[in-house]
């Protein structure tokens, strides 16, 4: 069996044409970078104003409730509900795509909220006391300290969206699924391995990639468990620069 994944996903044919391996992977990481940049959108405002204010926690928590819903149980009553409404791939896309958005919205929320709530309230009062504003100690305070914690939130729903969207070629959605959905239905078990494997190393590369970002764009003092000397450094900055600007 092993042999035979191997020669599978070394030959020409299983990567040659608008089919193979390498145009389902470009569909499949289309589909998941889709989900994500919606979600975010959503999820980054709403987790950095649920954070900042403290108001409507419960936000997160509903948002948190619906990692239980069954995946393939939503997946199939929002394509019973939408399909019909659209013409052509949209009416497979679009049902697909909305049920992605609510499956991540929650790791990215959570994360955005756990980090704001973080920071040290000290660290506010510094920067609220050298005359910042509402939006200003969101921007150059809170989103810096909470960066971390952010980052997290975006490598879990990528994680998880890289793995639900195999799924969604249930309803007709491209992507590498169609190995797994196809191979299953035609008793085609190479290939059904072999687009199971090829699944797990796209999303270990792909949160491999955003560990390096993460690495790249966050200070070492504001990493996950230097939290307490981050914010300590963070609020002997906004001192110092408070003495400074005296």
Same mark, same amino acid.
């Given at each position: 069996?092993?042999?035979?994944?191997?020669?599978?996903?070394?030959?020409?044919?299983?990567?040659?044409?608008?089919? =193979?391996?390498?145009?389902?992977?470009?569909?499949?990481?289309?589909?998941?970078?889709?989900?994500?940049?919606?979600?975010?959108?959503?999820?980054?405002? *709403?987790?950095?104003?649920?954070?900042?204010?403290?108001?409507?926690?419960?936000?997160?928590?509903?948002?948190?409730?619906?990692?239980?819903?069954?995946?393939? =149980?939503?997946?199939? !009553?929002?394509?019973?509900?939408?399909?019909?409404?659209?013409?052509?791939? *949209?009416?497979?896309?679009?049902?697909?795509?909305?049920?992605?958005?609510?499956?991540?919205?929650?790791?990215? *929320?959570?994360?955005?909220?756990?980090?704001?709530?973080?920071?040290?309230?000290?660290?506010?009062?510094?920067?609220?006391?050298?005359?910042?504003? =509402?939006?200003?100690?969101?921007?150059?305070?809170?989103?810096?300290?909470?960066?971390?914690?952010?980052?997290?939130?975006?490598?879990?729903?990528?994680?998880?969206?890289?793995?639900?969207?195999?799924?969604?070629?249930?309803?007709?959605?491209?992507?590498?699924?169609?190995?797994?959905?196809?191979?299953?239905?035609?008793?085609?078990?190479?290939?059904?391995?072999?687009?199971?494997?090829?699944?797990?190393?796209?999303?270990?590369? +792909?949160? =491999?990639?955003?560990?390096?970002?993460?690495?790249?764009? +966050?200070?070492?003092?504001?990493?996950?468990?230097?939290?307490?000397?981050?914010?300590?450094?963070? *609020?002997? !900055?906004?001192?110092?620069?408070?003495?400074?600007?005296?």
């Amino acid at each position: 069996m092993i042999a035979s994944i191997f020669e599978w996903l070394t030959s020409s044919a299983t990567w040659s044409g608008d089919t =193979g391996l390498g145009a389902r992977i470009v569909q499949h990481l289309w589909y998941s970078l889709l989900a994500v940049v919606i979600a975010a959108f959503i999820a980054i405002p *709403l987790g950095l104003w649920v954070g900042h204010t403290g108001r409507a926690k419960w936000l997160v928590t509903l948002a948190n409730s619906l990692r239980a819903v069954p995946t393939l =149980g939503l997946l199939f !009553a929002v394509a019973l509900w939408l399909s019909p409404k659209f013409q052509s791939d *949209l009416a497979f896309l679009i049902p697909s795509v909305v049920v992605l958005v609510v499956l991540v919205i929650p790791p990215i *929320l959570s994360g955005v909220y756990a980090g704001v709530e973080a920071v040290d309230p000290a660290t506010r009062d510094a920067a609220r006391g050298m005359g910042m504003r =509402g939006m200003e100690v969101v921007r150059q305070v809170e989103i810096p300290n909470a960066l971390p914690l952010i980052l997290s939130g975006l490598r879990s729903a990528f994680l998880q969206v890289i793995a639900t969207a195999t799924v969604a070629a249930y309803v007709g959605l491209g992507g590498l699924g169609r190995y797994l959905v196809d191979g299953i239905k035609t008793g085609d078990y190479v290939s059904t391995a072999g687009g199971a494997l090829v699944v797990s190393v796209l999303a270990l590369i +792909v949160d =491999g990639i955003l560990a390096l970002v993460q690495r790249a764009v +966050v200070s070492p003092g504001l990493k996950v468990g230097s939290q307490r000397a981050a914010k300590t450094r963070s *609020l002997g !900055a906004l001192l110092d620069r408070s003495f400074v600007a005296r």
